[in-house]
């Protein structure tokens, strides 16, 4: 029996009576029982183990509890209280009294954990191939002949198999995006330091982060919003307020500038070329408009990742374990995290100074728009093909993946299409703390391309309208001195702004000229006498807005500016009461905008009448 897992569909079955979380549990069993020995799975939890879950929820309901009765799998890195974590490697394992941080938010709001799901040992992977045989590896959820991706390999295929609504990965280097991507399934990784890492078996403790792999844009929203918890006995945890500064989850902005890489930069066999390029049409028929980044500099900080000095923290993770016993790794895990063993502590600096140079680099370019869409893969192997080339083949499974922990940025693996029985998928990717603005495109890629979830065959839902989502910048209208190009408009770019549209306001403004260097204009709102004033639209991090606002001279003012199209924005105004007594004011509306003023006053003679002289 195949039951949609989304969240939205388990709370809508709960709240009509339905279903209950004990009868959806108990349904979960009898179709695990039915598969019999699951590689997926490291260590399910049995009925007897699941009881106190279910007991916790009694009287409780998706009102009270966000996650109320969502089943949910963890990557068996990650403590689950009393249950054994093995990280794949039977000699390492132990049991840990409590469960990690993020487990514990998890089960706080309602959800059930089912159990550790299998992984490439130690997280060292994109394959899901480098597990022990006494676990073995899961087959991809869609075809059993070809990989799951790693290392959250189980994570991936429980998910999209229907076992559980959403599961618990890690990534370091592309853990969660690749097998989400090879899943049909949403993999967010989030910026570093936002989901706590205590309780997680590090592999590079530095880079790594919990990943979530979810049906929808709403389910990751969902777990997201529970799990990104600022934890103060975690050292790489990170505080941050999404709402303080000034974002939100929701519907797509209706305007946005998207990154694509360029094309011989791809490296995309032709199903995954298609998957660009579909996800590239609908972003545009979103209102997102194209710019081709170089995206050098971030695939350069990909190659130290394995290549520099960075695999001497994978060492650092398991050095007693494999300096005593290294017979107990599986032998390509043993083969990589070995030549950690024989950096240099002056090659960490040099290798950190070539990363320095490479994210000044990556982060000029990511600059220039609003979110990036990569491949998340560049070809989907057989579990034959990585049998022949283990190590060359995941090297190139992370071309588009190992940077972003190193650069610091967030990212999103998006389900794109199903091709001759394989899903391919692309990667949104932005700055630190974009990972609502990822979600929200997201969503609307989901909504444009309605794929079922995961691999079940279930149709998906047309997602629920939303309010505009908020990336956590605001839209300036600017009409004088600020223009592009003029004396102060170095006041916005410093301030990482950028152009929109050059519009108009509505037919409703006064253009005033104020005495003084650099010349200033005014606006004023006249519903009488006033006209259509050209204008700039610009957006800037809100964040940036006070220091703007502090440095803006009376009688100047940020106030909201009724534009052309109807829409109010925030922008200079002056308020007229704020202009009596002033001398030197001079009334410039008839020119229509400040630079045709500009270009009229520097082509005056003295024989030019002057502009009308204010009368308020």
Known sequence: MMIDLSIAALHKAYRAGELTPATLIDQLLRNAESVGTDSTWITRLTRPQLEPYLQRLQGESPESLPLFGIPFAIKDNIDLAGIPTTAACPAYAYTPAESAFVVQQLIQA???????????????????????????????????????????????????????????????????????????????????????????????????????????????????????RFDPECAWSRPYDFAVAGKRYGQAPASFRFGIPFEPQW??????????????????????????IDCSAMLAAARLLYEGPWVAERYHAVRQLIDKTPEALHPITRQIIAGGRTPLAVDAFDARYQLAEFKRLADAQLARVDVMLTPTVVTHPTKTEVANDPIGLNSRLGRWTNFMNLLDYSALAVPVRLADGLPQGVTLFGTAFDDLLLLSVGRALESSLALPLGATRVPRDRPALLPPASDGTLELVVCGAHLEGLPLNHQLTARRGYLLSRTQSAASYRLLALAGEPARPAMVRDDVHGRAIDVEVWRLPIESVGSLLSGIASPLGLGKVELADGRWVSGFIAAAGALEGLDGIRDITQHGGWRQWLQARASESPMTAPDSALSL
Not at 282 to 290: I, K, N, S, T, V
């Open 110 to 228: 309602g959800a059930i954990p089912m159990g550790k799901t299998n992984l490439d040992q130690f997280a060292t992977g994109l394959v899901g191939e480098r597990s022990p045989e006494q676990y073995g590896t899961p087959g991809n959820a869609f075809d059993r002949d070809y990989i799951p991706g790693g290392s959250s390999s189980g994570s991936a295929v429980a998910t999209a198999s229907g076992q559980v609504s959403f599961a618990l990965g890690t990534d370091t280097a592309g853990s969660g995006r690749v097998p989400a991507s090879f899943n049909n399934l949403f993999g967010l990784k989030p910026t570093l330091g936002l989901l706590s890492n205590r309780g997680v078996v590090p592999a590079c403790a530095t880079l790594d982060t919990i990943s979530l792999f979810t049906l929808t844009a709403d389910d990751a929203h969902a777990v997201f919003n529970v799990t990104a």
């Open 267 to 292: 490296q995309t066999d032709a199903a995954h070329t298609e998957a660009m390029r579909i996800a590239i049409r609908e972003l545009e028929a979103l209102g997102g408009e194209r710019v081709e």
